[in-house]
C-alpha cells in the first residue's frame, strides 16, 4: 500500500509551469514546418506535444516550506542607556571581536553624577567611623561603671544609663554601616551605567543594519545594529501541528534559494521547540548550515523541503503530466494506445523538435493522485511503461485525440518544471529564434 499525501504547497508554481509550457507548444508547433510533400492541411494541423514512458519507483515523500535564514548568534544592539552618540567606531561588514566598542555615547551627566555619588559615599564612610569610634568610647565607660557598681559605688539607675547608650550607640554604628553598604551599592550601579556609555559586542561576529550616526539621540528601544556569526547559520521554518505527527528531528532536508543554478544546500533537522504558539498552534524547525561561499545572507527567505520517508513502489509521472479536465474536473493522463519508439535522428534528451514522429493516437485516462514528491507524482490508473503526455495537453482538448510526438527523457521534463517563469519564457524566445533562422 503507498502512503496518502498530497503536498499542494506548489500548486501556484505548477499553474504557472502548465502556463509557460503550454506557450513553449504553441511556439514550437507554429515554427514546425511540415516535411515536403505534406500540405499545412493535412498532418500539418495536428497538433505537437511531448511524451515520455512512466516508470515503476518509490515517491520520496516531502513538505516544502518557507524559512528564513538567521546568522549564528544573531542579535540586535540596543544601547542601554539614553545619550547621545559621539563617535561610531564600526562600519556594516566588519567583524568585531567579542567586547570591542561599537558605540561611544556622551558621559558628561553620568561622571557628574558618579562623582556626586563617590562624594557621598565617603562621608557615609567618615560617619560610619566616627560612630564607631562613639561606641568604642561609651563601651569603655560601661565597663567602668560595672565595676563600680560591683563595688557599691554608684547607684543602679547610673550603670543602666551607661547601658542604654552602649545600646545606642551600637545602633548608630549599625545604621551607618547600612549607609556605606547603600553608597557603595549606588556608587557602583553608577559606574556601570557609566561604563554603558560604550556600547560594545556581546559576541564576535560581523556587524550589518548599521543605524548609529554622530549626533543621535537614541535610548534603549533604538537598534543601532545587528550583529552575527556568518560562517555558519540558522534557518527557521515554520511547523504546524499536522506536520509534527511526520516531521521529527534529524530528517533530511534541502534548502534552496531563488536561484534556479544554486546548488542545494543537503542538512539535516536539528531542533523542533516543543511549544505550540497558543493562537496560531505553529512551532520553529531549526536547521544549522555552514555558509560556504557565503551564498545564504541573514534575512533570506528560502525554500526548504523536509524529507520525511518514501512511498511504496508505484507508477511515476512528472507533475506536468498531470491534466485536469476543465469539463469534468477530474485529474487524468493523455496516454498513447501504442508503444513509441524514438526517432534517432534528433536528440531527446534536448528536446531536440526535429524528433516527431506519428500521427500517434492519445486517449485521456482519469488516475488518482496517491502521492507527490519533488516535481513527481506516484498515481494508480496507468500501469508502468506507458507513454503519457508531459506538454500539450490542452491541444489534445477531449477524451482522445492525435498528435505528432516528440519524445524526451525525465531529465529535461525536470529541468523544465524547475525553471522559473522568466527562465522558461526566455528559452522560449531563444528556440523560437534559433528555429526561424
Not at 37 to 58: D, H, Q, W
Not at 115 to 143: F, H, N, P
Request: with cysteine; hydrophobic share 40%; glycine share 8%.
Amino acid at each position: 500500500m503507498i502512503i496518502e499525501h498530497v503536498n499542494s504547497s506548489g500548486l501556484w508554481r505548477r499553474t504557472a509551469i502548465y502556463v509557460f509550457l503550454s506557450m513553449f507548444v504553441f511556439v514550437f508547433w507554429g515554427c514546425y514546418k511540415a516535411p515536403e510533400g505534406i500540405p499545412r492541411g493535412g498532418v500539418g494541423n495536428i497538433p505537437a506535444v511531448e511524451a515520455l514512458e512512466t516508470r515503476l519507483g518509490s515517491l520520496p515523500l516531502t513538505e516544502r516550506l518557507t524559512g528564513i535564514v538567521k546568522a549564528r548568534n544573531q542579535v540586535a544592539i540596543y544601547p542601554e542607556v539614553s545619550s547621545t552618540i559621539t563617535e561610531v567606531l564600526v562600519k556594516n561588514g566588519q567583524v568585531v571581536e567579542k567586547g570591542q566598542p561599537l558605540v561611544k555615547l556622551r558621559d558628561t551627566e553620568f561622571r557628574e553624577q558618579l562623582k556626586q555619588l563617590q562624594a557621598g559615599y565617603r562621608i557615609a564612610v567618615a560617619q560610619a567611623k566616627q560612630a564607631e569610634a562613639q561606641l568604642v568610647e561609651v563601651q569603655a565607660e560601661r565597663r567602668r561603671n560595672e565595676r563600680l557598681a560591683e563595688q557599691k559605688l554608684i547607684s543602679d539607675a547610673a550603670l543602666e544609663a551607661v547601658i542604654t547608650r552602649t545600646l545606642t550607640a551600637e545602633a548608630t554604628l549599625e545604621l551607618s554601616n547600612a549607609r556605606v553598604e547603600q553608597a557603595g551599592a549606588n556608587l557602583d550601579e553608577q559606574e556601570e551605567i557609566l561604563s554603558q556609555t560604550v556600547v560594545r559586542a556581546p559576541v564576535a561576529g560581523t556587524v550589518g543594519d548599521r543605524d548609529a550616526e554622530v549626533g543621535m539621540l537614541v535610548n534603549s528601544g533604538t537598534q543601532l545594529f545587528t550583529l552575527g556569526q556568518l560562517d555558519s547559520l540558522r534557518v527557521e521554518v515554520g511547523l504546524t501541528e499536522r506536520m509534527l505527527n511526520y516531521i521529527q528531528l534529524g530528517q533530511r532536508v534541502e534548502i534552496f534559494a531563488e536561484d534556479p543554478d544554486a546548488k542545494r544546500i543537503r542538512a539535516s533537522l536539528s531542533r523542533i521547540s516543543p511549544f505550540l504558539n497558543p493562537v496560531t498552534h505553529t512551532t520553529v524547525g531549526e536547521i544549522d548550515i555552514t555558509n560556504a561561499g557565503g551564498r545564504l545572507r541573514p534575512g533570506m527567505f528560502v525554500g526548504v523541503d523536509v524529507h520525511y520517508g518514501e512511498s511504496e513502489q508505484a507508477t511515476l509521472v512528472p507533475l506536468s503530466a498531470l491534466y485536469e479536465d476543465p469539463v469534468s474536473g477530474g485529474t487524468g493522463l493523455y496516454v498513447s494506445r501504442t508503444a513509441l519508439e524514438e526517432d534517432t535522428s534528433g536528440d531527446p534528451g534536448n528536446g531536440d523538435s526535429r524528433s516527431l514522429i506519428g500521427p500517434v493516437q492519445f486517449d485521456f485516462v482519469p488516475v488518482k493522485v496517491i502521492a507527490k514528491g519533488r516535481m513527481r507524482a506516484g498515481i494508480s490508473g496507468v500501469e508502468p511503461g506507458r507513454w503519457v503526455v508531459t506538454i500539450g495537453q490542452d491541444l489534445l482538448s477531449g477524451q482522445s485525440g492525435q498528435a505528432r510526438v516528440r519524445i524526451v527523457e525525465w531529465d529535461w521534463v525536470e529541468q523544465l518544471q524547475e525553471m522559473e517563469r522568466q527562465e522558461l519564457l526566455k528559452d522560449v524566445m531563444e528556440r523560437q529564434q534559433a528555429e526561424e533562422s
